[in-house]
């Protein structure tokens, strides 16, 4: 199973960007996926996720800002960011809880990582 993020780069604070992330390979499950975020000298941190109920989480700084989506046909989760802030500069992971055939556990998988810089 890989992972291919597209979207990043840089913007102005107060503008948009909306990340995409695929998965590919052998998937029977798509269990739960989503973003994740870590700047330098920081922990990884959750951005938004959609959970196996498809009820969406979003980490507390990014609430009311950025919404996710999905679409299960092609097995891609879209993050949509707005009004960013500097505060928001990080490199973005993209997320997934795989089962890879009927019966198997579920797998966490990542992806490489695209960098936000978010200018003031």
């Known amino acids: 199973v890989h992972l291919v993020e597209s979207g990043g780069g840089l913007v102005q604070a107060g503008g948009s960007l909306r990340l995409s992330c695929a998965a590919s390979?052998?998937?029977?499950?798509?269990?739960?996926m989503g973003w994740y975020r870590q700047a330098p000298g920081k922990q990884r941190e959750l951005v938004a996720i959609?959970?196996?109920?498809?009820?969406?989480e979003f980490g507390d700084s990014v609430k009311g800002r950025f919404t996710i989506s999905g679409d299960y046909t092609k097995n891609t989760v879209y993050l949509q960011m707005n009004s960013l802030k500097p505060e928001d500069t990080a490199v973005y992971y993209c997320?997934?809880?795989?089962?890879?055939?009927?019966?198997?556990?579920?797998?966490?998988?990542w992806g490489q990582g695209t960098q936000v810089t978010v200018s003031s």
């Open positions: 997320y997934a809880r795989i089962m890879t055939t009927w019966g198997s556990s579920l797998t966490e998988y």
């Open positions: 390979g052998t998937i029977f499950e798509l269990s739960a």
């Open positions: 959609i959970n196996d109920d498809r009820r969406r």
